[in-house]
Each structure stands twice: as structure tokens, then as C-alpha cells.
């Protein structure tokens, strides 16, 4: 009997439901009869706050955490409404999302997939993974301020980092290094931030000597942005902070053909809390639509998901149908639909497992 | 009478002294009879460290402060030099004159000169300035941790950020912005870090309404990435907190032909204290004594000096030498010295003032 995968789906807003409606399409073709997709839609974001000044209720919360996946489009609404102002979706949302249900490692994928154009005159073959640690960091929320508004204000931020926090994700990194090019380079400021930057460190010197096979290499996140354009194709697994790696996969994303190919997924892999696949890009409430989206970014996340399920064959169809049909893509535009019914013309067969 | 500038000289390691040679020379030359500059050695960095112990000693911070400007070369021993291991060079010296110093400015212009090569395809006309806050943010040194070698570390870093220092860094970058495009882009990461956040979003709203004539725009920092390599022309003025300046201008030098090129400034608007000039590459000791230096970056930091001074001719001169030597570079290597004598001999003619 197929396995069943329960599914949370929250489009959110913009161009969010466009992209994960396809997104969702390419998922069903692609795992055929080897499970059953039950989803559950959420509606959360931006538009949902407006309608019901609702945020993430806690029920819908523990509702979303008993499914097995949580598939995720965008969320946020038009930048500067003033309606908005107030209320902090992505704080309130999606990092409460990410940390509720422990989301320590933030994977995120840069491949320059043949066919797709780089800002780059020479990238090389850009293929590198972000972990991005999804927990601690400046993230954490642990700021505050004293004296708003005068002219004696002090606004504090504080990066929270843990051996505990830290140790579980470079572990995490080590792995997938060991599993690929068998490279590691920690990005961090520890010239700077030393405390951090020390713990950081001093980690990843531990963790490698459990994996000799795999090479370290670290460098300030100042210097990995110029190597990100001068030579992307050093990389193989990144590990870094929450906040660089923020910074870091934009920057990826951009040099391998812009973040509208750009997937991530936000997981937990011990399974105590269900893991939440996006595409890296925004709302995008400009282009909202006017089929404009590139769905591509939602779809691969669906193949992250897969992996993550254990479905690697249904994940390695649905990119091999994205590389496909990047290649043969040229510089036709094509609208959200047309790029997800190509992408689903392009899954190889079932039929011949 | 001729002016007189006293000049404390910080070489530093590795290349810096190379490059500092070169660009004293420029310096000399591009002044004439319009100042007479009295050079202090200082000998401070990795190298000194070695020798003695020292980092900075409070008597050569208050000699070096009795100069009229700082000319710093690079510093930074071998990266992972075992003897270096208990000093931060980084934190006891070069952040140290900074602080100290009040340089709350950090200038950093980015310009794509003509006949300079860049990593991206379609550049366009990169000319833009970042004005970084340099005595704030993550680089306080207000961290610290607990249980520190144990499972049950916790390593903080406190960003502080006050009215007092976020108002004169955004008034200054309005004032830049007033004196060319007219066009202020505020970085930040206002989604997560609210608080620190905050502040610089409501000072820049409020220094705005004194300078109606300047358009303001506002980006956050993992987006800022994105659009300095797919479209850098967008940028006149970037304000931005001490990291994100640190990273972005990292980035920004590496568009616009390499860190080699990028010059900064370290300024103390007030004239409290000294400013201090420097290019933004490090020491690079892989390539220190092999003549492989390129010492333009150092160069284009004299002119920003004669600028904070005043000389402003001076400083046009060098600028001017400058482009018109890069435009005829070719491919060609040149050695350290062969560049600052041909920047020497590109300098505009002193007879016909
Ligand atoms: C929306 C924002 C809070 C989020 C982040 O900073 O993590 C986004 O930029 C991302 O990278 O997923
Ligand atoms: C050396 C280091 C402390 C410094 C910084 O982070 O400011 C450098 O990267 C720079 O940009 O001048």
C-alpha cells in the first residue's frame, strides 16, 4: 500500500499560492502510486492578518506540527502598507515557524544549472550547500531598547550562539560534506566577534577530527562574498550562522541565475518536529498575478522534501525534469503555468521502475 | 607658507608596507609646494607583536593622536600562526585606533574605473559610496560566554546601537548624498533585528525631512547582496550598520575590480581626532616582498585624505593620475613599484596651477 504523506501547505501571499500551486501539481506526478499527498491548506500571511489580525494562532500551530512536511510559498505583505506596520509576519511567522518546530539546520542548495545565465562572466560550476544554522544567532529575538524616541535611545541585538546549537548543525554540515566533494568552510567574523566566533570554531576543529576525510576551510563572511563572485565553484559545504548564511544564499542565489530558482528547507532531522520547504524567494506582491512567478524555486523545495521523506526517487525525477527543462528553456518568457506543465512534461516516465 | 601635515604612518604586516611606500610617495608628489608632509613611523601590527609583546601601547595611541591623519597600510600576521594565537590584531589594534579615535565614519567608495575589469557581466556605471558606522553594532565588544569549553557553552555578541550614534553617521550620509545623486539607500535587516532595526529606520525617516531633495530607499541586507551584483548602478549613498558595511563592501570591491582597488576612510567628522586612511585589503603575507602588491588602493587612500583635509586639488590630482593609469594598464602585471611610478608620472601637472 502507498506510504501517506500528510502535507501542510501554506501559500501565504503574493505570488506564494502561484508557485506552490504548480509546485504542488509537479509534487503528485512525480511520486506517482509511491504515496498518497493528503494536504492541508493553511492560510496564513500577510492577507490573513488584514482579514483577521491573526498571526499564527496556536492551535493552527500545533495543527500544522502534526503533519509530516510543511510546504511553505511565501509570506509578507505589500512593503510599507500601513496596515502592516504593527504586526511582524516574518518574526511572527515564519522564524516563529522555524523555531518553534526546531528547524536547526536551514539547507540551502546553489547549483548554476546548465542553461541558466549567471550575472558572472566566468562562475565555473557553481554547485555548494548552504546549512545555515535556523535556530540561535541574532535571531533569537532576544533585543530590546531603552529610551525609544529620544535622543538617548540604545537598541540592543543579541546573537545567542550554544555549544548545543552549534555542535548539532556543523555535525549536520560534516555529514553532508562527507556525503558530497568532502569539503567544509566554516564562514564566520571571529575576528570580530569573538565569543561567537571562538565557540564556532573551536566546533568545527572538534567535529572534523570524527571525519578526516572531509577538508576544512575557514574564511570571514567578507572575504566568502568575494569568493561567491570571484570564484564560487571553491565551495562545497558551507556552515555558518544564521544571519551570514541569511546574507550568503541571497548572494548565492543571485550568481546562479537569481533566487527565483533558489530552493531551501528549513529542517529538523532529528523528526521530532515536521520540516518546512520554501522557495528562498519573497512574496513579491509587484508581480502577484500576472503569471509572472517562476515556480521553479517552489518545485525544487518539493524535491528537497521528498529527500528528506525518504522518497529520493520521486526527489531525483523532479530534478531531473527542473534541469531539463531549465536547458531547453533559451530566453522565451514563459508564464507560472507553462513553466509548471513543462516541468511536469518533463518528469521522466513511471511507468518503466 | 606651505602647510604642514603631520602624517602618523601605521604600515603595518605583509604588504602594507609596500603599498604604504608607493602611496607616500604619490602623496608627496601630488601636494607639491601646497603642504609640506611630516611623516611619524609607527611601527605597530603582527610583526611588532612578535617582536616585543606590545599590541598598542597607550603612549604611541596618544602620539599617533597627536598627528593631523593616519595613513595605515594593512595588518595581520600568517592566518594561523600559532605565536599569533592569544592576540587579536585585529580587535587590540586596527579596531582599537577606530574606537579610540571616534571613527564613526567609515568611507568606503566604490567606483568601476574605466579600463578596470569586472567579475560581472553587465556591471553597468558602478559609482557608489558606502558610509559604514564604525563605532558601533556587533563590533562593540560587548560579548561574552559561559562554561566556555563545555556541552553547555552559550557564546553572546551584543550589537549596540544608539540615537546618538546612528543620527551623525545618517546625517553625514545625507550630506554625501546631497553633494552627488542625491540618493540614500539605507541597509538594515528590519524583519528580524527590530529593535536596532528600528532606530536606524526612524533616524533615517527623520534626518530625511532636512533633505527633501534626497530620495530614500531602504534594503535589507541579504537583498542589498543580490542587487550589487545584478545591478550595482542603483547605488549613490549606502548607510549602514558597522557588519553589514563591513560585508557589503567586501562585496562592493569585489565588483568593481577587486579589494585591491578599494580605498576607505575612517573618519572623525569633527576633527576631535585624527581620521585615518587605509585600503580595505588586508596584509596578504602569501604575496608580502614579491613586488605582486598592487598599491592603488593605498594610493586612492591618500586622496581621500587630502580630501578630509581639505586639499582637495591635491587629492583630484591623484584621483586623476590614477584613472588615467588604470585605463592604460591593458593586461599587463605590473610590479608594486612600477605602479606608483607610473600613478607618479600620471600626476596633472603642478606648473600651470
Ligand atoms: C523573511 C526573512 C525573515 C527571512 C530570513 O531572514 O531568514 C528570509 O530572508 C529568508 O532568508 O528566508
Ligand atoms: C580586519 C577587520 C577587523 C576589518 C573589519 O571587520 O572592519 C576589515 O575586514 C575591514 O573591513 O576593515
Redesign the interface.
Known amino acids: 500500500m502507498a506510504r501517506t504523506i500528510r502535507l501542510a501547505v501554506i501559500g501565504g501571499d503574493g505570488i506564494g499560492p502561484e508557485v506552490i500551486g504548480e509546485a504542488l501539481q509537479v509534487l503528485d506526478a512525480a511520486v506517482g502510486d509511491e504515496a498518497v499527498i493528503e494536504t492541508t491548506a493553511f492560510s496564513l500571511g500577510a492577507d490573513r492578518y488584514l482579514a483577521t489580525g491573526d498571526v499564527l494562532p496556536d492551535d493552527e500551530l500545533a495543527a500544522i506540527a502534526a503533519h509530516d512536511a510543511i510546504l511553505l510559498g511565501a509570506v509578507g505583505g505589500v512593503p510599507g502598507d500601513p496596515r502592516l506596520k504593527d504586526a ?1 509576519i ?2 511572527g511567522l515564519l ?1 516563529k515557524l522555524r523555531f518553534a518546530l526546531d528547524h536547526y539546520v536551514n539547507l540551502r542548495p546553489t547549483v548554476l544549472w546548465p542553461g541558466v545565465e ?5 562562475p565555473g560550476a557553481v554547485d555548494f550547500v548552504v546549512v545555515r544554522e535556523g535556530t540561535e544567532g ?2 533569537v ?1 532576544n ?3 531603552i ?18 546549537g552549534v ?1 548539532r548543525v556543523v555535525r549536520y554540515a560534516f555529514e553532508k560534506a562527507a556525503g558530497r566533494r568532502s569539503k567544509l568552510t566554516l564562514v564566520h ?1 571571529t ?6 566566533g ?2 564556532w570554531k ?1 566546533t568545527v576543529d572538534a567535529v572534523a577530527t570524527e571525519f578526516p576525510g572531509v577538508a576544512v576551510d575557514y574564511l570571514h ?3 566568502a ?2 569568493f ?3 570564484d564560487p565553484a571553491r565551495f562545497d559545504v558551507v556552515v555558518t550562522d544564521n ?1 551570514f548564511g ?2 550568503l ?3 548565492a ?3 546562479s541565475g ?2 527565483g530558482l533558489a530552493a531551501s528547507g528549513n529542517i529538523n532531522p532529528s523528526g521530532a518536529f515536521p520540516s518546512m520547504f520554501e522557495p528562498v524567494h519573497g512574496s513579491a506582491p509587484d508581480i502577484a498575478g500576472t503569471g509572472k512567478a517562476d515556480p521553479t524555486a517552489a518545485i525544487l523545495s518539493t524535491a528537497l522534501l521528498l529527500d528528506h521523506l525518504g522518497l529520493g526517487a520521486a526527489a531525483d525525477r523532479i530534478t531531473a525534469a527542473v534541469t531539463a527543462d531549465l536547458a531547453a528553456r533559451g530566453g522565451a518568457a514563459r508564464t507560472t503555468t507553462e513553466i509548471g506543465s513543462a516541468v511536469r512534461a518533463a518528469l521522466p516516465s513511471l511507468e518503466h521502475r
Do not use: Q
Open positions: 511582524n516574518e518574526r522564524l549567471s550575472p558572472l562572466k566566468d541574532p535571531y529575538g533585543g530590546g531598547a529610551r525609544v524616541g529620544t535622543p538617548a535611545e540604545v537598541a540592543n541585538e543579541v546573537s545567542v550562539n550554544t555549544a548545543y555542535e567574523k575576528n570580530v566577534l569573538t565569543f561567537a571562538s565557540l573551536r563572511v567578507d572575504a562574498t568575494i561567491l563572485v570571484t544571519l541569511d546574507i544564499t541571497d548572494l542565489g543571485a550568481i537569481g533566487i
